[in-house]
């Protein structure tokens, strides 16, 4: 998988936690219609500039940046980064600002990483063990 994939992978999962699957289902498909050749994740992370103009056929301008900001935030949280404002952010990457490019692939990043630190804790946690024990013990869950 290619970093880019990765990055979208990771766009798509956050979309998913904020929208819920169907209500991302219909957005993929309407900003699908503006920019068939490549996935909306890809576009926002290649060309914010186009993947808001994709925003504003549904939303509208002003739809349209409080969706972004939305987006940004929920990521920025789920980073546990306390540093970046979702609004200036969102701004920069509608200009098109290269630093907001990467501040974004580096916001990915730490998703990312958070999310493994996160897998391996639920792993080593001795008292999730215990508690999956008792739940297979009542047939719950294992094999």
């Given at each position: 998988m290619s970093e880019e994939?990765?990055?979208?992978s990771i766009l798509r999962s956050v979309l998913e936690e904020l929208l819920g699957s169907s209500a991302l289902k219909v957005l993929e498909y309407q900003l699908s219609k503006?920019?068939?050749e490549t996935?909306?994740?890809k576009l926002l992370l290649r060309d914010p500039q186009l993947y808001y103009?994709?925003?504003?056929s549904i939303f509208g301008n002003e739809g349209s940046l409080i969706?972004?900001?939305?987006?940004?935030?929920?990521?920025?949280?789920?980073?546990?980064?306390?540093t970046i404002d979702p609004d200036t952010l969102a701004r920069?990457?509608?200009r098109g600002e290269?630093?907001?490019?990467?501040?974004l692939i580096q916001t990915l990043e730490k998703v990312a990483n958070f999310r493994d630190e996160a897998n391996?804790?639920?792993i080593e946690t001795p008292q999730v063990l215990k508690e999956a024990e008792k739940w297979k013990g009542m047939g719950v869950g294992g094999n």
């Open positions: 994939d990765r990055y979208a503006s920019y068939p996935s909306p994740y103009n994709a925003l504003t969706f972004l900001k939305l987006i940004l935030k929920h990521l920025i949280t789920r980073s546990g980064t306390t920069s990457l509608i290269k630093d907001a490019i990467n501040t391996l804790k639920i």
